[in-house]
């Protein structure tokens, strides 16, 4: 050690005896102040710790412990496949409609059955047979679209009945709003007919509007109920 030197001694347990010089330097000088200044700052001198060579070899990380962790992508779709088809893994479908407590469910997601209606009107001659001319009015309060046309009466005979359809703001509907084109409601010689082809009718109906039921023809029959089956939409 240079004579003149500036030195850090330590005392291990206050022992004068024990004194040991842990560090000099020169005389005059301030010691070393910037970390950046000091000497050795690349070396190696902790190998348990990861550094940027260190922290991807398998012997840091054993690819055992990281193989659960990846997939390919084929592993991937083949995991959410079978999660898929995991009825356990998923919410069981309530039929329960008390559970359904809010919220509104789209049409789409309603069941045809639950869907369908019936728009009926009753046209009765009051004890005598049915006259020409039209006979009254109904209003739709939904959207929807007509399925199928009933008809049934208190005797047999035969009626033929045409519908009109137009809106609210249009009211009254006359001939030229006929939605049944060449076939109307039509009973030959019966009690009934039915009729799901309804050929060139115009079957949609939108919220609001009016149907006006007009007799065209009629024999015999004194009282016929019409059933337009619907389907909400």
Known sequence: MTVGNYVLVAIPGGNPRDACIVASWPAGSSGIRDHGDLDGLADDDHSQYLNVARHDLPARHPLANLDPLVCSEAEADSKITTHKNDASAHHTKTTDASELTSGELPTARIATNIKNASLTF????GGSAITTGEKGHLEIPYACTIKQVTMQADQSGSIVVDIWKDSYANF??????SITASAPPTISSAQKSQDSTLAGWTKSISSGDILAF???SCATIQRVTISLLVERT
């Open 172 to 177: 009254p509907p006359t001939d030229a709003d």
């Open 122 to 125: 009753v046209i009765d001659g």
């Open 214 to 216: 007009n007799v065209d």
